[in-house]
């Protein structure tokens, strides 16, 4: 049989276009006589959102069961490579298991604001986890002959206005932030496939913005795969085609099909553009062939148990006051509040998996403590409350937790609160539950909060007064069993915020910018986004980024740092100084001091997470590659390593560094090109244009003229003073010597 790509000289027209628009909502059209079979894109991404029949793109319709594996708020906490590549693996199964080719994931976006309503797919506020998990996820899924959608691509950071939203956005935050995560995913993991975002960049759709699908996407970074619009994305398709967007989803019916038919017709759309977009299907297409096995299946068990281990590996231990945690077996205990029995695992919208099970904490938690009583204390929207008023459901709570040893107290968000299509208003939990906390801390000062959220919500208050926190976020499916193995210690807890936890939404970084209005969101706070923010401006926070506690402890030392042409290699010995095995995330964190561009005072640049037995002592070595130093230098419009003597920092937090040290970089040469604008300390300064600008000085000063220019540049503060003038202006100063001609000459003798 002929391969799909070998079938693109025999189509018309018609049929390119077409083969660049779905069938369905869900399907690509197959071409028949040329052999090309329709292939499946569905959602994604911690799970596989097959639906039985019909289609929407807001998991409203009902799908084939999957194993519901913990969202990317929970996946991102696990700041560990190998774990999230094992759940890519899985999920590649269970596609391939449903005949999918493609799924639509990871979405990687930066959570900017912790208002953004879809903060729960993507991994974390920094461009470095969400890069390298994300290639994780990837490298997993397509391991199983099952393509990735990297998504969304890109500035696509909240709901609100999404289709027409035009994210206002620097050139460098862009790159070190918004981009560089897509960047690394696409040039570590090579995903088949690339989402393009609803939203505009800086005015233009991304959907058909040459710079990002073209220069950008395939020119710098050598993406070799194809570009799908987010379903519903496209604005203007010929437009789109001509940027590099090469499949429109779902189907328009062949109205735009028609548009692209015409285009190239009338000559303003060459045709050979449509072959590229339609040789880009037919490859994507031969992959999902090359890739499929009918006979697949996966084990829905160990499935489950991956879940579970993800789930358990994703929760953090916020806080943990006279070592309240871990609970004996068999202790006597009070589960309260209705999300332990009706667990909130997942958000609403498009990646909302039909589960193949439900593990509910309640009845995990009575493996562990089979006496353990249940009071709801409060009702969620789809739970039945038992005693109706709320009064009575707190005054069940309370008499449960006084009769308890320690109160388990399970609180969230509502699944009303967050979802894709629309923004949080604010970062509180509902007042009935916050109201619930103080009567049951009355009642009984040893309760652990357990939460269930699928982003950040205010601590301040309530959790200072309560002596234990469990950060339990979407756990998907099996997140009831991996909260019940944290709190009795079977799993010694792990997982590390990827997201800061801000004592009030008013001390957000885009908090006066988001979401904006007028169809206009302006990422005012720069490069400043999480931690990078609360770290510049040494605000408090309720929880730092990186944190998160153990039942063990850890000592850091012998902290080794050598530059060399490659970048640098930092080496410690990390211990395990308590009494349980457990398992720590190193970081490892990168400033320049006195850098000559802005930049966050550090950066994370390496982790590693690593699992030691009581008093075991590791030593570790990671490497951060030289690119990893850089910063996107905007006049030479590139990426470039600043020479300097930088800090390499090493800690527990980005609040809680341990060990530093400072080593010297030699940088990059970068020389830009002189005019009449550059400044005179820009000619100075300038290894060329310094000597030629003496020059001509001295010339004149020896024909009689511009002597004061000379003696001029030798004196610091007069050049201090007036450095900052283009060449041009000082040039048109009475009695200068620089002539528009001398100048020519200077400019060429000083590029030359
Ligand atoms: C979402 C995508 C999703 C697609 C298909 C869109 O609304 O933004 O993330 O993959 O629908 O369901």
């Not at 590549?85 to 899985?90: D, P």
């Not at 509502?414 to 009567?439: K, N």
């Not at 997982?495 to 007028?518: K, M, Q, S, V």
């Not at 920092?649 to 010297?664: F, H």
Request: net charge negative; charged share 20%; glycine share 12%.
């Amino acid at each position: 049989m002929s391969k799909p790509t070998e079938a693109l000289s025999g189509l018309t027209t018609g049929e390119k276009a077409s083969l660049t628009s779905g069938a369905s909502f869900w399907n690509t059209k197959a071409i028949e006589h040329a052999g090309v079979p329709s292939i499946m894109l569905t959602d994604g991404p911690h799970g596989v959102r097959k639906q039985r029949e019909g289609g929407d793109h807001l998991g409203l319709m009902d799908s084939v069961p999957a194993t519901c594996f913990p969202p990317a708020v929970a996946l991102g906490s696990i700041w560990d490579p190998e774990l999230v590549g094992r759940v890519g693996v899985a999920l590649g199964e269970e596609a391939k298991a449903e005949g999918v080719g493609i799924l639509l994931g990871p979405g990687i976006n930066i959570k900017r604001s912790p208002l953004g309503g879809r903060n729960f797919e993507y991994l974390s506020e920094d461009p470095y986890i969400s890069g390298v998990l994300g290639a994780a996820l990837v490298n997993g899924l397509q391991s199983q002959g099952v393509g990735a959608s990297l998504k969304h691509f890109a500035a696509n950071n909240q709901e609100t206005d999404r289709l027409r939203v035009s994210a206002d956005v620097d050139e460098r935050p862009l790159r070190e932030i918004y981009l560089r995560g897509f960047q690394r995913v696409v040039t570590e993991a090579r995903p088949w496939t690339v989402m393009c975002s609803y939203n505009k960049i800086n005015g233009v759709y991304a959907s058909e913005d040459p710079w990002l699908l073209t220069d950008v996407l395939r020119g710098e970074w050598g993406f070799d795969g194809l570009v799908v619009s987010d379903w519903g994305a496209v604005n203007d398709r010929v437009a789109g085609l001509a940027a590099g967007l090469d499949l429109e989803m779902p189907s328009s019916g062949g109205v735009t099909d028609t548009q692209i038919v015409a285009a190239v017709a009338d000559g303003s759309l060459d045709e050979s553009v449509l072959d590229t977009a339609a040789h880009r299907v037919l490859t994507m297409v031969e992959r999902v062939v090359d890739g499929a096995d009918a006979s697949a299946g996966y084990d829905v068990q160990a499935h489950h148990a991956l879940a579970r281990e993800a789930a358990g590996r994703g929760i953090v231990l916020l806080k943990n006051d006279g070592g309240l945690l871990p609970l004996a077996r068999g202790a006597n205990v009070a589960v309260i509040g209705e999300f332990a029995r009706t667990p909130r695992y997942q958000g609403a919208g498009s990646s909302q998996i039909n589960p193949t099970k439900l593990d509910n904490a309640l009845d995990e938690i009575r493996v562990q403590a089979p006496g353990a009583v249940f009071a709801a204390g409060y009702t969620v929207d789809s739970a039945d409350g038992e005693d109706g008023s709320p009064a009575g459901l707190v005054a069940e709570a309370v008499a449960a937790a006084a009769a308890a040893d320690v109160a388990l107290l399970f609180l969230g968000l509502p699944s009303g609160d967050e979802s894709e299509g629309f923004d949080r208003t604010h970062l509180e939990l509902p007042a009935e539950q916050t109201e619930l906390i103080e009567a049951v801390l009355a009642a009984n000062p040893r309760t652990v909060v357990v939460l269930s959220n699928g982003s950040v919500v205010r601590l301040s208050g309530w959790g200072q007064r309560v002596p234990a926190i469990v950060e339990g976020w979407l756990l998907g499916q099996a997140g009831g069993g991996a909260i019940a193995d944290v709190l009795f210690g079977v799993v010694n807890p792990s997982g590390r915020l990827a997201e800061t936890i801000p004592l009030e939404l008013a001390h957000t970084p885009a908090y006066l910018d988001f979401p904006g209005e007028n169809s206009h969101v302006r990422y005012g706070e720069g490069l400043f986004v999480g931690y990078r923010y609360y770290d510049a401006r040494t605000m408090e926070v309720s929880y730092p980024f990186g944190h998160g506690l153990s039942y063990t402890s850890f000592g850091y030392a012998g902290l080794e740092v050598a530059a060399s042409e490659s970048g640098l290699s930092v080496s410690l010995d990390v211990q395990n100084t308590g009494s349980r095995t457990g398992r720590d995330v190193v970081q490892v964190y990168v400033g320049l001091p006195g850098s000559a561009v802005v930049r966050a005072p550090r950066e994370l640049r390496a982790f590693a997470t690593v699992a030691l037995e009581p008093g075991e002592t590791r030593h570790i070595s990671l490497d951060i590659p030289r690119e990893e130093l850089a910063y996107w230098n905007v006049p030479a419009s590139g990426w470039t390593v600043e020479t300097g003597s930088y800090t390499v920092e090493v800690g527990a937090s980005s609040r809680d560094i341990r060990l530093s040290a400072s080593v010297a970089v030699a940088g990059d040469d970068v020389v830009l090109p002189l005019d009449t604008d550059s400044t005179l300390a820009e000619w100075m300064a300038h290894p060329v244009g310094g000597q030629v600008l003496g020059g001509a000085f001295a010339a004149a000063q020896a024909s009689g003229g511009g002597g004061e220019m000379l003696a001029l540049m030798s004196d610091p503060s007069l050049v201090k003073m007036i450095g900052s003038m283009p060449l041009g202006r000082i040039a048109a100063f009475p009695g200068s010597p620089l002539t528009p001609h001398v100048l020519d000459q200077l400019v060429a003798a000083g590029n030359a």
